[in-house]
T-cell receptor
């Protein structure tokens, strides 16, 4: 069990650029979640997948945010036309059915 | 609005003492409750889950759930400086493994 992995760990980008983050869940986990965390706050839910189906995406912060999980394995989160307010830690978690969620190390995004 | 409330702290306890962390939640129908530990700059790490009223013990950690009063607590016995971190309470407000709602976390400082 290698745990949830995320890449890159850090991303610095200029305002207006597009960024894409990748998450590889624990291999047998069928559910994958994306959260965002800003300083002093708890993680805030963005979207989640069961296998390749995106079951909830209404919490994505704007239409600049999108996520995919094309083959039910890894997932990507894309932010288009980044803004300074997008600077945060982006966390991925996975779970097996109705069990506990385990987080990856996160991707820290800085928009300059 | 589903909410999870925690005192932000900091909560300071001497080494060897019991640390008591509390959390309240807004929905009486909530099913699953979790405690995560988060060190500064790191991602949340699951330390306890609890689903039924009463106590659940795991090593130095005890989670307590009272659904009638809508609160969940975490006790850390024999606190160590390495326990110094932010502790996040998370609630699954629906049956099944839907996204978690997190509190803002309580910062714990264990003084040697």
């Amino acid at each position: 069990d290698t745990g949830v992995s995320q890449n890159p760990r850090h991303k610095i980008t200029k305002r207006g650029q597009n960024v894409t983050f990748r998450c590889d869940p624990i291999s047998e986990h069928n559910r994958l979640y994306w959260y965002r965390q800003t300083l002093g706050q708890g993680p805030e839910f963005l979207t989640y997948f069961q296998n390749e189906a995106q079951l909830e995406k209404s919490r994505l912060l704007s239409d600049r945010f999108s996520a995919e999980r094309p083959k039910g394995s890894f997932s990507t989160l894309e932010i288009q036309r980044t803004e300074q307010g997008d600077s945060a830690m982006y966390l991925c978690a996975s779970s097996l059915a109705q069990n506990e969620q385990y987080f990856g190390p996160g991707t820290r995004l800085t928009v300059t | 609005q589903k909410e999870v409330e925690q005192n932000s702290g900091p909560l300071s306890v001497p080494e060897g003492a019991i640390a008591s962390l509390n959390c309240t939640y807004s929905d009486r129908g909530s099913q699953s409750f979790f405690w995560y530990r988060q060190y500064s700059g790191k991602s949340p790490e699951l330390i306890m889950s609890i689903y039924s009223n009463g106590d659940k013990e795991d090593g130095r950690f005890t989670a307590q759930l009272n659904k009638a009063s809508q609160y969940v607590s975490l006790l850390i016995r024999d606190s160590q400086p390495s326990d110094s971190a932010t502790y996040l309470c998370a609630v699954n407000f629906n049956s099944g493994n839907t996204p978690l709602v997190f509190g803002k976390g309580t910062r714990l400082s264990v003084i040697a």
